[in-house]
């Protein structure tokens, strides 16, 4: 069974870009969650969709946006890139509700 | 405010002994804690996971305590090996009825285990 494919694994943007981030979770699994990894905050919930509805979102400003397709596909974007945005973003899918989520191996992101 | 908390940084064991990765939290509303491994360049591995209902879960050499009283939980590994050396996240999680609240991080421990 095929994990959570997430690409690219690099990236770098330049200040002010825009950025679109891709995941594909395990297949039959329709919960996506977004998360960024930064050396000094950790691990952190950006948002999660379900059956592309979003259902819950972290603490994070409005360039950050995401959506989910038909066949649980999941993008995510960040509009007007900051150089706080360098990141690694991961994505995790689920087949139930809330446990058993699988981790991608994300998406390393460099703003310069 | 970090509602998890891990507050050592790195941890160093020898090769056999036990490790002892420690979690604080805030939340009272949590009811769920999981921990993740991770190394680098991969993302996050799940390892074992404990309701709130329970005070310890085992999972061959993985142990997880619960002490909601004091708000702080353990994960044991007992004997340690090389291919333990990872960082190790604690997360948790407060089920809404309906809808993910998604997990919440601690900043992990760098576990590193010495030959």
């Known amino acids: 069974k095929a994990g959570v494919t997430q690409t690219p694994r690099y990236l770098i943007k330049t200040r002010g870009q825009q950025v679109t981030l891709s995941c594909s979770p395990i297949?039959?699994?329709?919960?996506v969650s977004w998360y960024q990894q930064t050396p000094g905050q950790g691990l952190q919930f950006l948002f999660e969709y379900f059956s592309e509805t979003q259902r819950n979102k972290g603490n994070f400003p409005g360039r950050f946006s995401g959506r989910q397709f038909s066949n649980s596909r999941s993008e995510m974007n960040v509009s007007t890139l900051e150089l706080g945005d360098s990141a690694l973003y991961l994505c995790?899918?689920?087949?139930?509700?809330?446990?058993?989520?699988?981790f991608g191996s994300g998406t390393r992101l460099t703003v310069v | 405010d970090q509602q998890v908390k891990q507050n050592s940084p790195s941890l160093s064991v020898q090769e056999g002994r036990i490790s002892i990765l420690n979690c604080d939290y805030t939340?009272?509303?949590?009811?769920?804690f999981l921990w993740y491994k991770k190394y680098p360049a991969e993302g996050p591995t799940f390892l074992i996971s404990i309701s709130s209902i329970k005070d310890k879960n085992e999972d061959g050499r993985f142990t997880v305590f619960l002490n909601k009283s004091a708000k702080h939980l353990s994960l044991h590994i007992v004997p340690s090996q090389p291919g333990d050396s990872a960082v190790y996240f604690c997360?948790?999680?407060?089920?809404?009825?309906?809808?993910?609240?998604?997990?919440?991080f601690g900043k992990g421990t760098h576990l590193i285990i010495q030959p």
């Open positions: 939340n009272s509303m949590f009811d769920y």
């Open positions: 997360a948790a999680s407060e089920y809404s009825g309906g809808g993910a609240d998604g997990l919440t």
């Open positions: 297949s039959g699994h329709r919960s």
């Open positions: 995790a899918s689920s087949d139930r509700d809330l446990y058993g989520y699988t």
